[in-house]
């Protein structure tokens, strides 16, 4: 076994207790000596019995490694500070994250040489790996109540503080009475936005990755899957500005108008939103999610719109597909602990009604992924109108209320308010 080895397991058997201070599992131990001794030092500890050179030797004994015995020895008479067992463990967790990059680059390049498979796929399955490479060693998980209360606890002490300093994980929509039903959504979280065509799902999706990149300063990113960037630009100018979606679709700027296009252009610039349109397979999307995670630390990622998420090479149903697509996303909301927005589609089934959970396109995987819905329905056509009257209803709030909200749509600025 190497140094930081014998330091760390020196260490526990000067105190013990460091193994769950530190979260220390078997599998931070690369040497298998290693590897026993800490075994058989947690059959101690599971048996109530205090750690010491007897008690881990017999330990041993009963486990067939009565080798490992002079190996103990030599760790136990061994001088380490345990003022550095922290770095001892750090190194350790280093050196195991060293290594499942390595494995992951080794993958990565045997996969490219099977031309079989699409380069996408094999990009998405390599950053997978180097993003639970990035995170560490795997730890040891106590799931026992008294061993996670007391992280639990922890955890709601630093919210309660971000709350009293302004600082929260939670996301809100920024459209206050909806806030008020829907409550912060919570990273790892599947928010689902539905609705018939021309209702605006796009517009209350692009104003949530909008106030959450201009307002909050989160990091977000829009997945347009119809519209070009420009067309998107174009959206998020006229949202917060003065100017007309029709203006600035007809080049009806003038030299006067400039300054205040500049001003707000500047504002939008500085914000941390990126911006994807074209084509997008299942890979390609989770591939560029995991970059933005790893490049500007996502927090919200939205996409517009699911039924345009393609699984190249599928020949199942079509509800299979968009329940494998609808899977996949909350799978990696939870995995990359950021918040993904999905717009939806609602079935004819709901045309000229207001619409239930039910009504969801293609898939009832929707609804069950999802942790939030939010289903928009126009209460008039708003035809020769500045503003369309549309309800947002909570179906589904797996950590709240559900709940309904009426919304005027201002179609020449493509933005919701609240009248």
Not at 7 to 34: K, N, Q, R, T
Not at 86 to 109: C, I, M, N, P
Not at 196 to 223: C, E, M, Q, W, Y
Request: aromatic share 4%.
């Amino acid at each position: 076994m190497n140094d930081h080895e014998s330091a760390v397991l020196s260490g526990i058997m000067i105190d013990s207790d460091v193994v769950d201070v530190h979260v220390i599992g078997p599998e931070l131990f690369f040497d298998s000596c290693a590897r026993a001794i800490f075994v058989a030092i947690q059959s101690v500890r599971a048996k109530g019995v205090v750690v010491d050179l007897i008690s881990v030797a017999d330990s041993l004994r009963a486990a067939g490694h009565a080798d490992l015995i002079v190996g103990l020895a030599n760790v136990t008479s061994s001088i380490f500070s345990t003022g550095n067992f922290a770095y001892y463990v750090g190194e350790l967790r280093e050196a195991k994250r060293r290594d499942a990059a390595s494995l992951a680059f080794r993958t990565g390049l045997e996969g490219l040489a099977d031309k079989s498979r699409a380069a996408t796929e094999i990009v998405d399955e390599a950053e997978r790996s180097l993003t639970a490479a990035i995170r560490g060693a795997p730890e040891a998980d106590d799931a026992t109540i008294g061993g996670l209360l007391p992280k639990y606890l922890h955890a709601l002490g630093d919210k309660a503080k971000a709350l009293r300093e302004g600082r929260s994980e939670e996301i809100e929509i920024g459209l206050t009475r909806l806030d008020g039903v829907l409550g912060g959504v919570r990273p790892g979280e599947v928010v689902v936005i539905a609705a018939r065509p021309n209702v605006g799902k796009t517009v209350l999706a692009l104003s949530i990755a909008a106030h959450a990149a201009l307002d909050l300063n989160r990091p977000s990113a829009f997945f347009s899957l119809e519209m070009k960037r420009d067309d998107v630009i174009e959206r998020l100018i006229s949202a917060r500005s003065s100017f007309t979606l029709a203006q600035l679709r007809g080049g009806q700027v003038t030299a006067k108008d400039l300054p205040a296009l500049e001003v707000v252009a500047g504002r939008i610039a500085k914000a941390p939103l990126s911006i994807y349109d074209g084509d997008h397979g299942l890979p390609l999307l989770t591939s560029r999610i995991r970059r933005e995670c790893t490049l500007r630390s996502l927090r919200l990622a939205a996409i517009d719109y699911l039924g345009l998420v393609d699984v190249r090479g599928s020949k199942a149903a079509r509800w299979e597909v968009i329940g494998e697509v609808s899977r996949s996303l909350k799978i990696l909301a939870i995995e990359l602990n950021i918040v993904i927005l999905v717009c939806v589609q609602i079935n004819r089934d709901g045309d000229g009604k207001e619409p239930v959970l039910a009504n969801l396109r293609d898939s009832g995987a929707i609804e069950q992924d999802a942790d939030r819905v939010i289903l928009l329905h126009g209460l008039d056509k708003g035809e020769g109108q500045s503003f369309r009257r549309v309800v947002a209803i909570v179906a589904k709030n797996r950590h709240g209320a559900r709940g309904r909200v009426e919304l005027l749509l201002e179609g020449s600025h493509v933005r919701f308010v609240e009248g």
